[in-house]
């Protein structure tokens, strides 16, 4: 019996009430109809009795004829009429169980449309909604868990059979790079030979023997090219790019050794031809003092950090040489900050050309899990540009490898606590590296010689040289300095004592009256005078508490409130300082806002800032997939 409108708004009204679930007349605890609820439906004995869908005015009593609800019907518990099922509701023919007096549920999901079959080892309980799968899903964890295990154990093969297929490419590309070269060099050899054979009309019979060399070394080379496009079509997208790197090192130390063997002409011609690509960095301080509350870490500073040059930090431990790279860097938040630093000749903040600053700190950043080449590369990845061909990143990379010494250990864990990896100075070197394959236009190193024996820190040097030959700005807190182009030599406070070039620190501190013993490396003597630790005389009144004002004299910078009286001290003429090329080279801050050789070559702080480099989720997926 279909529901009347009554009885459909009374089931539609206990919907929302929370005593939806309503004892019927017709199907309750106590009289059971022949049939259950929902799923049953009966009739009434008195049609007339029923009236509205109140409560004083019950529902009549449905207790005859029960009959299974119609497929594609239902009859709502606490009715036994039937109302069509809505769409999507799974609503078979009901079946009575004799038995239990009962209707069998079969089992159905919420908004299924059919009957489900539990799942292998699930449980449908009787009138349940959900099917129990706990047996299931237990079974499903502990095969996960048998995967990720085998994957975790086969990893380590995984990856030296990958590490191996890299390596063969790699050697590969390296013997066809070599070949390249060889039959490169012998063409010459040969081209010169026949050139001046045919000059000095050579019979040939007297032909030398390097000439028949020379004709052969033209058919090898004949010869070779043939075999070189032959293997070359051969060789993988891999393969090529390594090739690609290593010929391109090759003409690089081809050219750089020319170089060496030019004339002072012939350099300048050759560094015109061949102007560095990556933008300059010129960081200027004018006054700068840093300060936490009353103590100040840095006072007065003015000086520049020069494009192609290197400029060594040293002083006593805690003068503020962390606090200078710090302020070089931009970091400044949470110091009081007076003066003003230039970029490139304009005020802005360090912090906008990030992504062409490298810094490397005292303390690792490397990754204990990742080898040395998956260090760089993936450091490499995430900070160079985007639009950068892969061919291109692997050059920088076998570049960066090259000029550190890191090839022997390319394939080496770095390791960690747990597990040892390679050694110190190479963990050094590697995060060196890191900072060197994102090509930093300013590259600041915090003590990146510490702990290094001399023939690893001396290979530093000289990757750092051949950073600042393509135009890098480098700065470098160092204890032993060699292979530098500036000298800062900071004292306690935070002052300068010494910024200009090495070439005439000398002259300067022997100007003041401090003669460096023989024997004496004269860094380390000014910083034992700073510390008090080596006594000397110095000129008139001075003592080398005084040095840092004698500095401010000696360019002429005005002398903070403070050290005032320092200068009665002293009794001394601000003129017999005021003299030398430091004076011209350093007081000339203010002339790098209008008129640098940097301005001619980045003249928008846009052009530094166009790297656009992958973002976090990009650069967790190189991660990954390593
Ligand atoms: N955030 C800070 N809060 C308080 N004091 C600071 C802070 N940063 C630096 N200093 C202080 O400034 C001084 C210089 O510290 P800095 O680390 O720059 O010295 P340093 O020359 O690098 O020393 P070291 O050679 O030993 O590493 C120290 O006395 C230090 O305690």
Known sequence: ?????????????????????????????????????????????????????????????????????????????????????????????????????????????????GENKCRWKGGCKENSEKEEIALFGGILIVVLIVILLLVYNCSDQFIAVRAKILSKSRKKAAK????????????????????????????????????????????????????????????????????????????????????????????????AENRPQRPMLEVAFKALTLSIGKKKLLQCVTGKLSPGRITAIMGPSGAGKTTFLNAVLGKTSGYKKDGLVLVNGKSGSMQSYKKIIGFVPQDDIVHGNLTVEENLWFSGRCRLSKSMSKADKVLILERVIGSLGLQEI?????????????????RKRVNVGIEMVMEPSLLIL???????????????????????????????????????????????????????????????????GIKVPDRENPPDYYIDILEGIAKTKMSGHATPKHLPLLWILHNGYDVPEDMRKDLEEINMMHELYTVGSITREL????????????????????????????????????????
């Open 176 to 271: 066809i790079a070599q070949e390249s070269a060889t039959a490169r060099k012998r063409w010459k050899l040969a081209k010169e030979l026949v050139l001046r054979h045919e000059m000095e009309m050579y019979e040939s019979s007297d032909a030398p023997e390097e000439l028949a060399t020379s004709s052969d070394g033209i058919l090898h080379a004949d010869k070779g090219n043939g075999k070189r496009s032959k293997n070359r079509r051969k060789l993988n997208v891999r393969t090529e790019r390594f090739r690609r790197a290593y010929s391109q090192i090759d003409k690089e130390r081809a050219l750089q050794l020319d170089k060496d063997k030019l004339t002072l002409a012939g350099i300048v011609s050759r560094a």
């Open 587 to 626: 007081s000339s801050v203010e002339q790098t806002e209008s008129k640098h050789s940097v301005h001619q070559n980045v003249s928008q702080r846009n052009d530094l800032l166009n790297r656009k480099t992958p973002g976090v989720l990009a650069q967790y997926r190189y991660y990954l997939g390593r």
């Open 1 to 113: 019996m279909m529901c009347r409108k009554a009885e459909i708004e009374l089931y539609l009204s206990s919907l929302g009430s929370k005593s939806s679930v309503r004892i019927s007349r017709n199907c309750n605890q106590f009289s059971w109809a022949p049939g259950c609820q929902s799923g049953w439906a009966c009739s009434t004995q008195d049609t007339n009795s029923f009236a509205n869908n109140s409560f004083e005015n019950p529902v009549p009593s449905r207790a005859e004829n029960c009959r299974p609800c119609c497929p594609g019907f239902f009859c709502p518990r606490g009715l036994t009429c039937m109302m069509p099922c809505p769409l999507g509701a799974y609503c078979p023919l009901g079946t009575l169980n004799k038995t239990t007096n009962l209707c069998d549920p079969s089992y159905c999901r919420k908004g299924a449309t």
């Open 410 to 426: 390319r394939n080496s864990l770095v390791g960690t606590v747990e597990k040892r990896g390679i050694s110190g100075g190479q």
């Open 446 to 512: 915090d003590e990146p010689t510490t702990g290094l024996d001399s023939a690893s820190s001396q290979q530093l040097l000289r990757a750092l040289r051949h950073e600042a030959s393509q135009g890098v700005n480098v700065c470098a807190v160092i204890h032993q300095p060699s292979m530098f182009d500036d000298f800062v030599l900071l004292a306690r406070g935070g002052l300068i004592a010494y910024h200009g070039p090495v070439s005439e620190v000398e002259n300067y501190f022997s100007g003041l």
